[in-house]
Nanobody, 123 residues
């Protein structure tokens, strides 16, 4: 069963940066797409960015385009989310998960979520 450990969150001022990491336990990590998600209080979990198994295809939510960069290191079973120019509306718990590319678009259908990492953007 897959497991994820997210880290790298924290409190940052608007305009600041954070780099999130996601370590996955599954042996098939390098064969499967990876997504980063976030969930703010009172809101549904949403897909922020996704990357295909070898990184040839990447997509971002409109709200983070030009500010966030997703990447992965398959040798380390690790995914990353570089977040720049953070805004208060980016405040949320951030999670990662893996699945087939089309399945990543429906977070409600995914399972085995990790604890997530809290990102708070505030002055």
């Amino acid at each position: 069963q897959k497991q994820f450990v997210e880290s790298g969150g924290g409190l940052v001022q608007p305009g600041g940066s954070l780099r999130l990491s996601c370590v996955a336990s599954e042996a098939i990590f390098k064969f499967i797409a990876l997504g980063w998600y976030r969930q703010a209080p009172g809101k549904e979990r949403e897909l922020v960015a996704a990357i295909s198994n070898y990184g040839s295809t990447i997509t971002y939510a409109d709200s983070v385009k030009g500010r966030f960069t997703i990447s992965r290191d398959n040798d380390k079973n690790t995914g990353y989310l570089q977040m720049n120019n953070l805004k208060p509306e980016d405040t949320a718990v951030y999670y990662c998960n893996t699945n087939l590319w089309d399945e990543l678009k429906s977070p409600s259908s995914l399972h085995s979520w990790g604890q997530g990492t809290q990102v708070t953007v505030s002055s």
